[in-house]
T-cell receptor, first 106, second 114 residues
């Protein structure tokens, strides 16, 4: 089973770009990488997903390395409301690990 | 679209009582998932349905837990009898397909068993 590894916590200054890394070295060729976040006491919220190519939407950008063994979620201009736990998930498993607790500092 | 709807939002009960949690998935979605979240274990999948049929219940902790999906717009998760260790936040999520599509989560039910 493909697993993901994320740093337990990160800080980022408000207005700066937040770059959240994820390692998924055992990912299979047909497995997507999904990113969700969970703001305190709320249900997980979908952010973005991708297979091979970089992806961008109104919330974030997803950069996937060419070998697909790692990816980075980019929040281009972090705000205080982006403080949350961010989960990197490989599609076929959909097991939520510990995630990264991102704290945006004013 | 109202999103995934769960009720009740909070439930406090005493040990030994039956608890029923309810979920209404997003209209048109064919897959429904039940998750449990605790500080110790994080977010774990309990069971999921596809086209109202239970596909994988390997995450259901024990026989005290049961889940049903009588139709495409309604599912229940029942705990009988409840125990203090069942205290957690229970989330329901839905998607068009089980593992090939984005899951959308409800607001959760916070269960406290005294």
């Amino acid at each position: 089973d493909a697993k993901t590894t994320q740093p337990p916590s990160m800080d980022c200054a408000e207005g700066r770009a937040a770059n959240l890394p994820c390692n998924h070295s055992t990912i299979s060729g047909n497995e997507y990488v999904y990113w969700y976040r969970q703001i305190h006491s709320q249900g997980p919220q979908y952010i973005i997903h991708g297979l091979k190519n970089n992806e961008t939407n109104e919330m974030a950008s997803l950069i996937i390395t060419e070998d697909r063994k790692s990816s980075t979620l980019i929040l281009p201009h972090a705000t205080l409301r982006d403080t949350a736990v961010y989960y990197c998930i490989v599609r076929l498993e959909f097991t939520f690990g510990k995630g990264t607790h991102l704290i945006i500092q004013p | 679209d109202a999103g995934v709807i769960q009720s009740p939002r909070h439930e406090v009960t005493e040990m030994g009582q039956e608890v029923t949690l309810r979920c209404k998935p997003i209209s048109g979605h064919n897959s429904l998932f039940w998750y449990r979240q605790t500080m110790m274990r994080g977010l774990e999948l309990l069971i999921y349905f596809n086209n109202n049929v239970p596909i994988d219940d390997s995450g259901m902790p024990e026989d005290r837990f049961s889940a049903k999906m009588p139709n495409a717009s309604f599912s229940t998760l029942k705990i009988q009898p409840s125990e203090p260790r069942d205290s957690a936040v229970y989330f329901c999520a839905s998607s068009f397909a089980p593992w090939t599509d984005t899951q959308y989560f409800g607001p959760g039910t916070r269960l406290t068993v005294l």
